[in-house]
């Protein structure tokens, strides 16, 4: 088989600066050792997210001049919704200017005291608007998925066993509905099987409840099936999206990830009920049905992105390069989540920095040794992020201590990630080195985004 490369050409560019690493030192001391404060101007690889950081196509470019701007009724909403419906086959396309807004409008409805959702893991927007309500957010991820170190093509399954005993326990008219998350961005974006979500919808019949699924890596989830899972090797990933979302009632999207847009996304129904409860607050909150909080341009932005999300040279170009990045540091003994999942690459900080304990906030110690290298920006994912004080004012750390590195679509080519490489490679080479951090500054909330740092 010949190398896999980028299935385009560029045509616009944009330039990235380059800094010296006495240039990154004083930066990062005055960002109080916290890449958030940075300002992106000074990143040379910025890894930070893959949402909404995607490049649009010349197609994409293009749409956007022939957006019709119009309040009612615009020709981009009717492009987008006929594109919705096509791989979605749910009826009710409602669009939001980004996931959470769908999530918002939906959990504002059917949330709720007394109200339980289920889901494989609710990502952070998920949970907050369902808690938002007074509702409970529950994950049920199989217990493959809780372990890193274990190889496994679907990480991402919900157990169904405790999913049902749950139900048992709650009483399905206390669950307005369970939740698939494909791929499973909190777990490390590993895929659901259609096995699972084939398993779920039968589950959810049983009890009398609606499915939906969380879709904002849709493309890349059925690409993962169509590569492992038995029967699907000669589909189209179009077709097994098709058969993913036949098993639903409903979705929220963010086409920050999978819709290859800088903004937007969407809530997608097949109860008429719902739906037109949902239009009433979207009116309230985002805009009229047929804009929902965007330009008629992002929607016609939307409407080719999600298209080419579909087409498999990218999918294969998308999925190899996160997988060539994952196996170049195994093989060099960098311990990461493994297999790697669509969309990041997550190290293991407890491991690679094993002599800088929890409270010390190893992760944040590689994401500051990774800019000041090599000018690359990750994220903590751990203690920082997730860490909770106890009474005497003690640590209490989440299970796993994590840098995550999330690849923007269609932005850095294979020089870009050997390039990666070496700086994750040369970082890993000098780790004992590297000492911990203490906080000097924190937020009573979300404090990881304005905390500031310095070193131990
Ligand atoms: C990003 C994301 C969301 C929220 O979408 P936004 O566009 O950031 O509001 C919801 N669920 C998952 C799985 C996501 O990755």
New binding site residues.
């Given amino acids: 088989m010949k190398t896999i490369i980028e299935p385009f050409k560029i045509k616009s560019v944009e330039p990235i600066r380059f800094t010296t690493p006495e240039e990154r030192h004083k930066i990062l001391v005055d960002a109080g050792y916290n890449p958030f404060l940075i300002h992106a101007d000074d990143v040379l690889i910025d890894l930070l997210t893959d ?1 909404g950081t995607s490049a649009m196509s010349a197609q994409q470019w293009a749409g956007i001049m022939l957006g019709d701007e119009s309040y009612a009724g615009s020709k981009s909403f009717y492009n987008f919704e006929s594109v919705v419906k096509k791989i979605t086959g749910l009826k009710y396309i409602i669009p939001t200017h ?3 807004a769908a999530e918002k409008i939906l959990f504002s409805i059917l949330g709720g005291p007394g109200k339980y959702f289920p889901n494989n893991t609710h ?1 952070d ?2 949970r907050a608007n369902i808690e938002f309500t007074g509702a409970e957010a529950d994950d049920f991820l199989n217990e493959i998925g809780k372990h890193p170190e274990i190889k496994a093509d679907f990480k991402g399954d919900i157990d169904l066993e405790a999913l049902e005993a749950f139900i048992k326990q709650k009483g399905a008219a206390n669950i307005p509905l369970v939740m698939l ?1 494909v791929t499973n ?1 909190s777990g490390g974006g590993q895929p659901v099987s259609m096995h699972n979500i084939r398993e779920t919808k039968k589950l959810c019949k049983k009890y009398g409840l609606p499915l939906f699924i ?1 879709a ?1 890596r849709f493309a890349e989830n059925a690409y993962f099936i169509k590569k492992r899972e038995p029967g699907y090797a000669e589909r189209t990933v179009l077709s097994i999206a098709q058969e993913m979302f036949s098993y639903c009632d409903g979705a929220t999207m ?1 086409a ?2 999978d819709g290859l847009v800088n903004i937007g ?1 969407f809530l997608a129904l097949n109860d008429e009920q719902l739906a037109l409860n949902c239009r009433n607050l979207l009116i309230v909150t985002e805009g009229f049905p047929t804009y929902g909080g965007l330009a008629g341009r992002d929607l016609e932005a939307m409407a080719i992105g999600l298209e080419e999300v579909l087409d498999e040279h990218y999918l294969q170009y998308r999925i190899r390069s996160v997988e060539y990045l994952g196996e170049r540091l195994v093989a060099a003994g960098v311990p990461i989540i493994e297999p790697p999942g669509g969309h990041a690459i997550y190290i293991d900080a407890k491991k690679f920095l094993s002599h800088v304990p929890p409270h010390q906030y190893p992760g944040q110690s590689i994401v500051c040794a990774l800019y000041e290298t090599g000018g690359v920006r990750s994220v903590e994912i751990g203690s920082v992020m997730f860490g909770k004080y106890a009474g005497d004012g003690s640590l209490i750390s989440p299970p796993m201590e994590l840098v995550r590195m999330a690849i923007p679509r269609r932005v850095y080519t294979q020089s870009h990630v050997d390039y990666l490489l070496e700086v994750i490679l040369d970082v890993f080479k000098f780790r004992e080195s590297l000492g911990g951090y203490r906080i000097t500054y924190e937020a009573p909330m979300l404090r990881h985004f304005t905390a500031r740092f310095e070193p131990i």
């Fill in positions: 949402s980004q996931g959470r990502f927007t998920t998350t961005n969380d904002c963010s920050k990830k996304g």
